[in-house]
């Protein structure tokens, strides 16, 4: 046999362990232990969580309520088809206008109605019961979702674990509840809701609770007050609020200002209309200054420079002597005013007019008077209800109004020397400080009983340039001194604080 010189195969190399670094160890008994027990816990969690979820599914398949409740896709996120049966949506407001009367009403039936509104509060009575305040502009209801043959227990856990602050579709039958609910603002009427729908839900932790915005603000130096004074409930600053405004602006009390700001408008412009004015609008970016003085805003415009307007009084001057005769505006003034005090604000609407007088001045004087008090009736009458939602929150008595032709007019002498028999130091033509008016505010209420006045005859010196001199300043007229003496110009006052120039 021929000899096999073929070297031999090699053989493969068995592989080495690595020997462990200094320190390195593998795992001890004790984490082997640790992990088993991990998975263990993690296994008994999945197969509790496949029992939930069996038992919700075995839930759902038997809740006679499944589709009258849940949460609603969001408006816009698929197309859009029309109801086959359109259904009206109510205001909380009609219905209880409509529903005076529940004399009527049994216990098995009563209207049915839809309406869209925000849960302002849910509260689960037990796994058979919720009670929900619902809340629509100004508006509060009561409702109840109990469990029944037609209504699940599943929708009734629902209906508690609603945010505050969720917008909600609701189908309810309005009925009279066994007492008035005084926590709501319709008191003879409660909701038995049937369908009950999320349109939008809210954070379950908000910055801020709406409930906690319709307090007053503090005013400086309360902020770190403790909250026990308040019965409990956190102080909300200014800057709070700010910070948050969507959620403050949602306050009752909030709505109820933005009422009554219209209202302010619509009653200055129905009354001033029904006498002839036309409405205009004026520009607010100036060439020049309105009025003068420091207190004005300046603009870059292009390669130029603007101002915001002050006061379209040079505008509506311009309109009378263009043979207007009679026109009004409402619109936005500026002022640079850098104080942080309720007399000064660097923005506001401001309410005018202006008018051709065929005599005297006091024939303005006359007529704003007459709108002044007209204006206060209309919201004493036709929003009674924001303005005492404010006052309940903003403790402020009613002003005290004079007959219509009976407005004090003093004129600026005696208001001086009415100061002066108080004590106060000050010159015949000086012009009054804010402690000054409000002395003379109350200085007024106690000699003629009425919170609105009208200071008359100003002295020219501390009026804009514009404005008229008065007949005996024109006779004694010094062109060395042409701002002496007095002028046909006055100032409005409600209980110290100018409200009209």
Request: proline share 6%; with cysteine.
């Amino acid at each position: 046999m021929a000899e096999n010189t073929a070297p031999p195969a090699e053989l493969p190399e068995r592989t080495k362990e690595a020997p462990a670094e200094d320190g390195e160890k593998g795992p001890s008994k004790s984490a082997l232990k640790k992990a088993a027990k991990d998975k263990e816990k993690a296994e008994k969690a999945a197969k509790r969580q496949a029992a939930e979820d069996a038992q919700k599914q075995a839930s759902e398949a038997n809740d006679i309520s499944k589709q009258d409740y849940g949460d609603l896709l969001m408006l816009g996120s698929q197309p859009y088809l029309p109801p086959k049966e359109k259904v009206p949506r109510v205001r909380l407001s009609e219905i209880a206008e409509e529903y005076k009367d529940t004399s009527s009403m049994t216990e098995k039936g009563g209207p049915e109605i839809v309406f869209r509104g925000v849960v302002e509060n849910a509260r689960a009575q037990g796994a058979k019961l919720t009670f929900i305040t619902f809340r629509q502009d100004a508006d509060t209801i009561q409702a109840v979702v109990a469990e029944s043959e037609t209504l699940s227990r599943q929708m009734v856990k629902f209906a508690g674990k609603i945010p505050t602050e969720s917008v909600v579709l609701v189908h309810a039958l309005v009925k009279k509840p066994l007492e008035p609910v005084k926590s709501t603002t319709v008191q003879h009427l409660e909701l038995h809701v049937k369908k009950l729908f999320v349109v939008a839900k809210a954070d379950q932790q908000l910055p801020m609770q709406v409930a906690d915005a319709e307090r007053p603000i503090p005013g400086e130096g309360e902020e770190e007050k403790p909250a026990e004074e308040e019965g409990g409930r956190p102080i909300v600053t200014l800057n709070t609020r700010l910070n948050n405004r969507v959620i403050d602006l949602r306050g009752k009390h909030n709505h109820a200002i933005f009422t009554i700001k219209d209202g302010v408008i619509n009653l200055f412009q129905e009354f001033l209309r029904a006498r002839g004015f036309i409405g205009v609008n004026s520009p607010c970016l100036l060439g020049a200054p309105s009025e003068g003085g420091a207190s004005v805003f300046e603009v870059k415009y292009f390669n130029t420079k603007a101002f915001l307007a002050q006061s379209p009084q040079l505008y509506k001057q311009m309109l009378i002597a263009a043979r207007f005769e009679k026109v009004m505006e409402v619109g936005p003034i500026f002022r640079s005013e850098n104080s942080n005090t309720a007399r000064h604000l660097t923005e506001f609407t401001g309410l005018d007019m202006e008018m051709a007088f065929e005599e005297d001045y006091h024939e303005v004087v006359s007529l704003l008077e007459e709108l002044i008090l007209s204006i206060c009736e209309g919201l004493r009458t036709r929003y009674k209800r924001e303005t005492d939602l404010v006052r309940s929150i903003y403790h402020v008595e009613e002003f005290k109004l004079p007959e219509a032709g009976k407005v004090p007019r003093l004129p600026f002498s005696e208001g001086i020397a009415m100061l002066r028999e108080d004590g106060v130091e000050i010159g015949d033509f000086d012009d009054l400080s804010t402690p000054d008016e409000k002395r003379l505010g109350a200085l007024v209420l106690k000699k003629y009983g009425t919170d609105f006045y009208v200071l008359d005859q100003y002295p020219l010196n501390i009026r804009p340039f514009y404005t008229m001199p008065s007949a005996e300043t024109q006779a004694k007229y010094d062109p060395k001194n042409p701002n002496a003496g007095l002028s046909n110009s006055y100032d409005f006052f409600m209980r110290g604080q100018e409200i009209m120039s």
